[in-house]
């Protein structure tokens, strides 16, 4: 984790964020239980992490001419998850894109800078979940 977060780093970002909306993949999970708006994942759904693009860290529909990171992923991480209030109000070009909480890879492996749970785990948090929730995530916790 660190304080000053920059695009391509692989460091979470530390500090407190919303909790924007949440998403699902809806071929393979329901749409689960939460105070939090709930989107169904498409397969053109996509994130752009492009510093020098207008749409920088922010949703796209691919394909997309700049980077981007497509949600609909076949190794599960993004089957379901959140959208974290990082670097978007405003966004600064650079300073990290699609930080999210999402599904934890099975096999322990580290995220990109996202926060990861396990699914149920990550059920049972968004159940309690509203639209006042934040995240706080603490350098060297």
Not at 26 to 46: F, I, W, Y
Not at 51 to 79: F, H, I, K, Q
């Amino acid at each position: 984790m660190k304080q000053d977060k920059v695009e391509g780093d692989g460091a979470t970002p530390a500090g407190v964020f919303a909790l924007r909306w949440v998403f699902y993949r809806p071929d393979r999970e329901t749409a689960p239980l939460t105070g939090l708006p709930v989107r169904a994942l498409t397969p053109t759904l996509g994130w752009c992490d492009d510093p020098a693009d207008p749409a920088y860290n922010r949703e796209v529909t691919l394909p997309y001419p700049a980077s981007a990171e497509s949600m609909w992923r076949d190794d599960g991480l993004y089957d379901l998850g959140v959208v974290l209030g990082h670097n978007d109000d405003p966004v600064v070009p650079g300073a990290g894109s699609a930080v999210f909480l999402h599904v934890a890879d099975p096999g322990g492996r580290p995220t990109a800078g996202c926060v990861a749970l396990a699914l149920a785990d990550l059920r049972a948090l968004l159940a309690v979940c509203g639209p006042a929730t934040v995240l706080e995530i603490r350098a060297g916790a």
